[in-house]
């Protein structure tokens, strides 16, 4: 059962928490992706990588890290500096070949 | 700034009626997708549209391109209750390892 995988489904953190959000894919996919989506909008690039070992920055960097040590996984931390981390957090994967992304279901992140 | 602007913010239609979104984007693309998200849930990609094509089908849905306006268009014929979701287009924007430009999206809702 080829797909992408995110987890937890729920999150909720303290203030002052770092705290690392799950991607798995399956689909063979070199390229993978870490998007932030808040309510009434569409989503904002936090970072992306194409290769293992790689990543790159996109627009919301800030207050988040993250790594890529196998194709399979590209975990998303978001640390303590992230000022307003309540959202939604999207992970995608692309054949390099294609320009369609596949996306997992989403971690929605809630800080107390 | 997002690339795509969505209209209308919102539609709400009868079961059996057509649907259409419109999309504007700012700078020139390679191709324009479409995407679907039902609520709380990860996106799924429709369909895609290359820059030298007008129009293209998939089932009940029709994307027009109009590269001379920088405009496209989504129309779901004879609606059903499960087309309700928010329904985004995105421009791949290439300098940024393809990352998706998502506008803000059009809530549609299909009423039974």
């Known amino acids: 059962d080829g797909g992408i995988t995110q987890s937890p489904k729920y999150l909720f953190r303290k203030e002052g928490q770092n705290v690392t959000l799950s991607c798995e894919q399956n689909?063979?996919?070199?390229?993978m992706y870490w998007y932030r989506q808040d309510p009434g909008q569409g989503l904002r690039l936090i970072y992306y990588s194409q290769i293992v070992n790689d990543f790159q920055k996109g627009d919301i960097a800030e207050g988040y890290s993250v790594s890529r040590e196998k194709k399979e996984s590209f975990p998303l931390t978001v640390t303590s500096a992230q000022k307003n981390p309540t959202a939604f957090y999207l992970c995608?994967?692309?054949?390099?070949?294609?320009?369609?992304?596949?996306f997992g279901p989403g971690t929605r992140l809630t800080v107390l | 700034s997002q690339q795509g602007e969505e209209d209308p913010q919102a539609l709400s239609i009868q079961e059996g009626e057509n649907a259409t979104m419109n999309c504007s984007y700012k700078t020139s693309i390679n191709n324009l997708q479409w995407y679907r998200q039902n609520s709380g849930r990860g996106l799924v990609h429709l369909i895609l549209i290359r820059s030298n094509e007008r129009e293209k089908h998939s089932g009940r849905l029709r994307v027009t391109l109009d590269t001379s306006k920088k405009s496209s268009s989504l129309l779901i014929t004879a609606s059903r209750a499960a087309d309700t979701a928010s329904y985004f287009c995105a421009t791949v924007y290439m300098e940024y390892g393809n990352k998706l430009v998502f506008g803000a999206g059009t809530i549609l809702r299909v009423k039974s």
């Open positions: 689909l063979n996919h070199d390229a």
């Open positions: 995608a994967s692309r054949d390099l070949t294609e320009d369609t992304q596949y």
